[in-house]
């Protein structure tokens, strides 16, 4: 059975930093696409970002250069290390296991999404 376990929200102000971890059971962190999503009040769940198992990264265009994926597959833990945070970054943060194409681009819909976590709430306020 798969488990996806988020930790590290809290509340910072504008241009703090967190880092988000996600400890997975019952997969494999290297062999997969796992990556992020997040909930901001009002909308829709969105994609933030994406680890291939080759270790490629995407990114939404909103985190690009701000916020950072990795892996430590010997911990089975996905993290996303977000810097200078806005308030518009306030959202609940949720863990994802995708699907793949056959080249191993990972697709980033919510209906690909094989498995979610619980998620962790951040909060950027001044």
């Known amino acids: 059975q798969i488990q996806l376990v988020e930790s590290g929200g809290g509340s910072v102000q504008p241009g703090g930093s967190l880092r988000l971890s996600c400890a997975a059971s019952?997969?494999?962190?290297?062999?997969?696409?796992m990556g992020w999503f997040r909930q901001r009040p009002g909308k829709e769940r969105e994609w933030v970002s994406f680890?291939?198992?080759?270790?490629?990264?995407s990114y939404v265009n909103t985190v690009r250069g701000r916020f950072t994926i990795s892996k430590d597959a010997a911990k089975s833990t996905v993290y996303l290390q977000m810097n200078s945070l806005k308030l518009e970054d306030t959202a609940m943060y949720y863990c994802?296991?995708?699907?793949?194409?056959?080249?191993?681009?990972?697709?980033?819909?919510?209906?690909?999404?094989?498995?979610w976590g619980q998620g962790t709430q951040v909060t950027v306020s001044s």
């Open positions: 994802a296991f995708s699907s793949s194409s056959p080249s191993g681009a990972c697709f980033i819909s919510t209906s690909a999404v094989k498995a």
């Open positions: 680890i291939r198992n080759t270790g490629i990264t």
């Open positions: 019952g997969l494999t962190v290297d062999d997969r696409c």
